[in-house]
């Protein structure tokens, strides 16, 4: 039996709207999950906080999240008039990766309402900025107004760019309670352009890796690659393995998971080692560098030609853009003299769903085989992120369709821009398909994954974190260099 008393301190500055709270019904069952408490601020006050039964939780925001265990509580939500002389609020996005159109501001009332702008005409679902002015420890309302696809993830916030944290809400609009006067928001944890030319410094004098430019973008950044391999064996011998991510700019996530793979191959470790002399590898952080500089979405684009030009679609026999030109040339290149190991292009989903990897152009039993590799190496380093589970798809379009999570102008979803789902292109082809019908990648024997990385919560439920991300692509590492070993001895398919 749930005994919560939620109580409004002082009385009428706050409201707790009944449906919002759907587990004050005496139907609504008690199963030990979160509930979430909701209340607003009301008659010219602003919310300050919670206090009374809030156990270990995290108070910092609306809602308050409890685990809804059925023990007596007492709740009390705080609020105070709201003053004219705090500082001013401002915010920006005038830097690598922003993106924010301010909407409305009030001063007094610490609301925010911003959105995000649709750059080459894709989906709003990339928002970026800092928001400078607050007096420490007040709660700031913020409402993005974002495409909700993909946006209802509990937002990331950092005072200093490097650790991040959630938002308390799930979905706009939040009321968060920062700590400094300035925080950098994003709708996920951010992976800038910049992050890229600082890996480049980094890694720079290691004596396994070569860095170079595949190309210059549209707006003239380079798209930065790494090769990876010992410099005392001869690179003609060697198997190739080809790691991309950032085909679509919002899908930060997947630049992280790359980095933790170069920086795991590129490491001390005795297996990374053995991977480097049986295997070149390339990795790709960001393909998009154009859409991750300005803060673009990158799904579903559109080019100034206003042709249909989403980086994954593009891998025809004449790609639009500079960098699947120069990536389906240096695969072809590879190819004369490599037999390849895999193909794997990371990606992070645009709604919330659990982990998948797409193999619906190689073999399916060697996609799980490869997977249990992955996870078993996972569980091992005891990754702070979890994958035990993944969906192999292996047609996508149709279960994507059959999903009903919001394929792009499906019913449930409608979006702001509608296009698309008139117009894809005709000749679309995704990197794992192109890769395997050129040749380049035998589907029998090595692979060609789109992995699609989880954006919000782990497959235990878990939130998903940086040091999570870095240990996927660790862990990858791993698994390739396993699948390497197995397949020198022929034994890389599952009995
Ligand atoms: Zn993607």
Redo the contacts with the bound molecule.
């Keep these: 039996m749930r005994d919560i008393t939620i109580k409004i301190d002082p009385e009428g500055a706050g409201i707790f709207p009944h449906k919002l709270n759907p587990w004050i019904s005496k139907t609504y069952p008690v199963n030990d999950d979160e509930i979430e408490i909701i209340v607003y601020a009301a008659n010219g006050h602003v919310f300050s906080g919670w206090s009374g039964d809030v156990g270990q939780n995290n108070t910092s925001g609306i809602p308050l999240r409890i685990k809804d265990t059925g023990e007596k509580r007492v709740i009390t939500a705080h609020f105070s008039p709201a003053r004219t002389d705090k500082p001013r609020l401002t915010i920006r996005s005038d830097f690598d990766n922003g993106n924010v159109i301010l909407r409305y501001i009030d001063q007094v009332g610490r609301i925010v309402i911003t959105e995000p702008q649709q750059i080459n005409d894709c989906t709003n679902i990339w928002w970026h900025f800092t928001l400078d002015g607050i007096e420490p420890g007040e709660a700031i309302t913020i409402d993005t107004n974002h495409s909700p696809i993909a946006g209802n993830c509990q937002p990331v916030y950092s005072y200093d760019g490097f650790h991040w944290a959630r938002f308390t809400g799930q979905k706009p609009p939040y009321t968060q309670i920062f700590t400094e006067s300035k925080v950098e928001i994003a709708r996920n944890i951010p992976y800038p352009y910049s992050r890229a030319i600082s890996l480049t410094d980094e890694l720079a004098s290691n004596n396994n890796c070569n860095i170079f430019s595949l190309c210059k973008s549209e707006n003239g950044l380079d798209v930065w690659a790494f090769q990876v391999t010992d410099p005392e064996t001869n690179d003609k011998d060697k198997k190739t393995l080809w790691v991309q991510a950032r085909?679509?700019a919002f899908?930060s996530h997947?630049s992280w998971v790359a980095e933790g793979i170069l920086r795991w191959i590129c490491g001390d470790s005795e297996a990374a080692a053995k991977l480097r002399e049986k295997c070149q590898i390339f990795v790709v952080p960001i393909l998009d560098v154009d859409n991750v500089y300005h803060g673009g979405a990158g799904?579903s684009q559109w080019n100034s030609q206003n042709q249909p030009a989403d980086v994954?679609h593009d891998w025809g026999n004449e790609p639009l853009w500079s960098v699947t030109k120069s990536i389906t040339q240096k695969l072809q290149t590879l190819k004369e003299d490599h037999d390849f190991l895999g193909f794997l292009d990371l990606?992070?989903?645009?709604f919330y769903q659990g982990p998948e990897f797409y193999i619906n152009n190689m073999d399916l039993d060697l996609g799980k085989a490869f997977f249990s590799l992955f996870s078993g190496h996972i569980r091992a380093r005891n990754n702070p992120n979890t994958w035990d589970s993944c969906w192999f798809v292996t047609n996508s379009e149709d279960q994507l369709m059959s999903q009903d999570t919001g394929f792009f102008g499906g019913d449930d979803n409608p979006l702001p821009v509608f296009r698309y789902k008139l117009e894809e292109p005709a000749k679309f082809i995704s990197s794992t398909g192109w890769v395997v019908k050129e040749g380049i990648i035998d589907p029998a024997n090595s692979l060609a994954i789109?992995v699609?990385i989880p954006h919000w919560k782990d497959d235990s439920g878990e939130i998903i974190t940086k040091e999570g991300l870095l240990g996927f692509g660790a862990c990858l590492g791993m698994a390739a260099n396993d699948f390497a070993e197995l397949s020198a001895q022929g034994n890389h398919k599952p009995k």
């Excluded at 990606?347 to 645009?350: F, G, K, L, M, T």
């Design positions: 085909s679509h899908e997947s799904k994954n990606h992070s989903p645009w789109t699609e």
